[in-house]
């Protein structure tokens, strides 16, 4: 089933923070954002986390509530997801009663539909029970989009 349930816009420019050079680094980090909301608003490790992290943005929904979403960019139809990096980085959030998620964002729409997580189930118990799995589109803006936004952010 196919269905569309929200989007996530950023109208003002975002605090991205790039740091992080080994998975307990990363942790770390997690741990002081979950303590500290306003610290950032987008979070990029700076190594790689066997393919399962790209970014972690914190999303604010319009009643305030505060969730994180770790983000994956993939151009493929099936992508691995190890689950215990996954749940040791959202550990932090999930303790302070944060709502958390995991998006795999595809540039192609028409993908949505065939894509598969590998293995096909995540069957940690963990995740399962305290992070929403979702698969997204993402949209790029166009450049004089783009523009737009950022004239809008110094008027």
Request: proline letters at 5%; one cysteine or more; a negative charge.
């Amino acid at each position: 089933m196919r269905q569309k349930i929200g989007r996530i816009d950023w109208k003002e420019l975002a605090l991205v923070e790039c740091e992080g050079g080994s998975r307990t680094e990363c942790v770390a980090v997690m741990e002081s954002w979950a303590a500290n909301p306003s610290k950032m608003d987008y979070w990029i490790p700076s190594t790689s986390l066997c393919e399962t992290i790209d970014a972690v943005a914190k999303w604010t929904l319009p009643d305030n509530q505060v969730r994180f979403c770790f983000l994956q960019l993939t151009k493929a139809t099936t992508h691995k997801c190890n689950a215990d990096i996954l749940w040791e980085l959202a550990q932090p959030f999930v303790k302070k009663q944060y709502e958390v998620c995991y998006i795999v964002l595809i540039p192609d729409e028409d993908k949505i539909l065939k894509f598969r997580l590998s293995p096909v189930q995540i069957t940690k118990p963990e995740v399962l029970d305290h992070i929403r799995l979702y698969v997204a589109h993402l949209e790029v803006l166009e450049q004089k989009d783009l523009d737009t936004v950022v004239r809008e952010q110094y008027k």
